[in-house]
């Protein structure tokens, strides 16, 4: 049965494994006691609990095996160009300070959506600025979220909060694009 499931493909592989595993509790559960109102006996048990051990360790490992194989595609999917979605990149903004996710430090070039988030008790605002971009978010009061898309290419941005002496107190931060 799993080598059925790994002939097929990873979602389709996936699906196979799970319809065999739900069909067989679905047959064991309503039709068999129908026709076999003592299934399974005392003699089928010890038979019963192994094909379901068997099915469930099949079952285990069709995910383990194909969902290594779908982390793998997703990873190449992240990688922006002209046919893929921007990229979400979340921004924390406090006194004084930015914080970009750990994602950040393998930036591609592409199309990026910065979701802002105010955590501190002044407003602030995010510029992105470098490689021709100079882009800006409103003011975005304390406790609010505001929405920055931009179109980066490879090179150096500046990141930075543009009310006045914010930037020189220390919320400023660099993106590098590759």
């Known amino acids: 049965m799993l080598l059925a499931g790994l002939s097929t493909g990873n979602e389709v592989g996936l699906a196979v494994m799970g319809a065999i595993f739900i069909s067989f509790a679905l047959v064991s559960s309503f039709v068999i006691p129908r026709r076999r109102p003592e299934y399974p006996g005392k003699t089928g048990l010890s038979v019963f609990v192994i094909?379901?051990?068997?099915?469930?360790?099949?079952?285990?490992?069709?995910?383990?095996?194909?969902?290594?194989?779908?982390?793998?595609?997703?990873?190449?999917?992240?990688?922006?160009?002209?046919?893929?979605?921007?990229?979400?990149?979340?921004?924390?903004?406090?006194?004084?300070?930015?914080?970009?996710?750990?994602?950040?430090?393998?930036?591609?070039?592409?199309?990026?959506?910065f979701h802002v988030r105010n955590e501190g008790k002044l407003q602030h605002d995010l510029v992105v600025s470098g490689s021709g971009v100079d882009e800006k978010t409103p003011l975005i009061d304390p406790g609010s979220t505001a929405t920055l898309k931009v179109k980066l290419g490879k090179g150096s941005y500046t990141l930075y909060c543009s009310v006045p002496g914010h930037r020189a107190a220390g919320m400023v931060t660099k993106l590098n694009v590759t």
């Open 51 to 113: 094909v379901c051990i068997a099915l469930f360790l099949a079952m285990v490992t069709s995910v383990i095996v194909f969902g290594a194989e779908s982390e793998t595609s997703e990873a190449k999917s992240v990688v922006p160009n002209e046919q893929t979605p921007a990229v979400i990149m979340s921004v924390t903004e406090t006194e004084f300070s930015i914080t970009l996710p750990s994602s950040a430090s393998h930036a591609v070039a592409g199309s990026y959506t």
